[in-house]
């Protein structure tokens, strides 16, 4: 198994992408499932 670490750039996306969808109210799961970890594989 990879090890997990915290990614600034990856939570910053992650933030940007959830305020654009925001906007168009709908939010894929696959990304609410990255915003639970804000981990991701190195």
Known sequence: ???LIPSK???KDIN???SDV??????PKRY???KKTRFIPV
């Open 1 to 3: 198994m990879p090890k």
């Open 9 to 11: 750039k990856f939570v």
């Open 16 to 18: 940007k992408f959830q």
């Open 22 to 27: 925001t906007m168009r109210k709908k939010l």
């Open 32 to 34: 609410l499932s990255l």
